[in-house]
């Protein structure tokens, strides 16, 4: 019989990988599935970094590359936060993962000892409390209700802080909420970080690039300059530039956490895939007016199903300032009955009537964090994201008392 080691029964499977993969055996069985779940951009990867992989395999690089990620990407990933952040990072301060998932799960991996705590703000990307139970630590959460726009407050960041706090996990714009902190809101977080010098800041920009209206993006290490020393400044290719399938994400801070993180991939999967890092080069060092062009076409959508969703009684989002997911309310619809008589209790209820009624696959709230929401992407066409929100109103319709 196998024996599963006690540490995987510490976490579950990531909630949205698990949707989008529901919604391909139903669709396999016939069912007309509609999924608004994907954390991916579905425009193309642009021509020019196809083409910069293409000309990678030509040349025949196609061999392994250093562990940490080749010379001319770490050059290219410096030069970006040099001229889009004013950090300056030199290559032995600068990580190339296989996705900026795995440069996180190295940090937690190298530096979280058993029962050490890691303060996650509410709502979360699902896979912060995992990671750092793997790692054998223990998630603090802290809730940043709607009232508060999902941001935290720096009271509640202080009053969650104890002596065997390691790592806050900051993600701005977020995932889910598409909450983004602006650089006075960081400056007072940081004020509270000076105070305990033992918390280190991971900072998850990975949306840097879809950001709305006025608001000007802002990391940590930017804001509150004294702090770089212990902030672990996380992004990649993946959203921005449509590069998900390629599975190449950077981190940024202090030489001995990076020396210690190359160790740690070093005996796990080695360097990142060669092509792909040849690729990520022209992403970041090439033209950027297919960003801003996707940008707008994200914030087209967006206004879009923001204002057919607050059209449906009992549903309620804000208007996002990043990101490509609304985060919506449906508490109102708690205490109604499907006709199937199920009483809708939690977002996970409101979910699955979706599924079964309507065949829209969409995200609960819970497996962020925040029970009383649900997530669509708008990540999708204009005539999907409104077929999405017809059927969520027909949805919502079938309720009874």
């Known amino acids: 019989m196998l024996h599963i080691a006690p540490r995987l029964h510490r976490i579950k499977p990531s909630p949205s990988s698990m949707a989008g993969q529901r919604a391909r055996e139903l669709r396999a069985l016939g069912r007309d599935i509609l999924s608004l779940t994907a954390g991916e951009p579905d425009f193309e990867t642009p021509e020019h970094i196809k083409e910069a992989a293409t000309r990678a395999m030509a040349a025949g690089q196609t061999r392994y590359t250093d562990v940490g990620g080749t010379p001319a990407l770490k050059e290219a990933i410096a030069a970006k936060l040099q001229n889009e952040n004013g950090l300056n990072y030199a290559p032995g301060e ?3 993962g296989t996705g900026a998932k795995q440069v996180i799960f190295n940090a937690l991996m190298c530096t979280v000892a058993a029962g050490d705590e890691v303060i996650v703000p509410a709502p979360y990307w699902v896979s912060y409390p995992d990671i750092a139970l793997l790692a054998g630590g223990v998630p603090v959460f802290v809730d940043c209700p709607a009232a508060n726009r999902f941001k935290l407050q720096p009271a509640d960041l202080e009053r969650a802080i104890t002596g065997k706090t390691r790592w806050l996990m900051l993600n701005s714009p977020n995932n889910p909420s598409g909450a983004t902190y602006t650089r006075t809101e960081l400056q007072a977080l940081a004020e509270v970080l000076r105070r305990h010098p033992q918390v280190w800041i991971l900072t998850d920009d990975i949306y840097e690039h879809l950001i709305y209206g006025d608001v000007e993006f802002a990391t940590m290490a930017q804001a509150a300059p004294d702090l770089k020393d212990r902030t672990l400044t996380v992004n990649g290719v993946s959203k921005a530039y449509a590069m998900t399938g390629w599975r ?32 990520a080069i022209a992403a970041l060092a090439g033209p950027q007016d297919i960003v801003a062009a996707n940008r707008r076409e994200y914030q087209q959508r967006r206004d879009t199903v923001v204002a057919a969703l607050n059209a449906i009684d009992g549903i309620h989002c804000q208007v996002p300032e990043g990101a490509f997911y609304v985060f919506a309310s449906c508490s109102a619809l708690f205490g109604l009955c499907t006709p199937k008589g199920v009483e809708i209790g939690s977002s996970d209820d409101w979910i699955m009537h979706l599924l079964d009624a309507q065949d829209l696959a969409a995200l609960q709230g819970s497996a962020y964090g925040v029970p009383t929401h649900f997530r669509l992407s708008f990540a999708a066409s204009t005539e999907q994201l409104l077929e999405g929100c017809r059927r969520i109103a027909r949805a919502r319709n079938e309720l009874v008392v």
């Open 94 to 96: 600068i990580i190339v």
């Open 248 to 279: 190449i994400g950077y981190g940024a801070g202090p030489s001995e956490l990076i020396k210690a993180m190359v160790k740690l991939q070093s005996q796990s999967t080695s360097g990142p895939n060669s092509i792909a890092q040849a690729a």
